[in-house]
Nanobody, 125 residues
């Protein structure tokens, strides 16, 4: 069973940056990042496929966030720049055991099998 551990969250001012990490133990086909703000549903942020390299970004983060992976340490990163208060939430990474084409299916929670505990991101002045 894949275990996922997120890190890198924190408190940052608007316009600031954070880099989240998702360390995975075990094999997977894709890693997705999701976030959940209080009182709101969990929403997809980004996805990267280890199998074909495809990437997905939600419209709300496109151009500001960058997802990448380091196979040597089995870790996926989410570089978040120009952070806004609406980016506040708990960020979760999730892994898929089956192949998923990130641009097409990466935003659907049903395609992910394992989830981390999350890391809190707060953007506030």
């Amino acid at each position: 069973q894949v275990q996922l551990e997120e890190s890198g969250g924190g408190l940052v001012q608007p316009g600031g940056s954070l880099r989240l990490s998702c360390a995975a133990s075990g094999n997977y086909h894709a890693i997705g990042w999701f976030r959940q703000a209080p009182g709101k549903e969990r929403e997809a942020v980004s996805c990267i496929s280890k199998t074909d390299g495809s990437i997905y970004y939600s419209d709300s983060v496109k151009g500001r966030f960058t997802i990448s992976r380091d196979g040597a340490v089995n870790t996926v990163f989410l570089q978040m720049n120009d952070l806004k208060p609406e980016d506040t939430g708990r960020y979760y990474c999730a892994s898929s055991e089956a192949f998923i084409l990130c641009p097409r299916w990466g935003d659907n929670r049903r395609h992910y099998d394992h989830w981390g505990q999350g890391t809190q991101v707060t953007v506030s002045a």
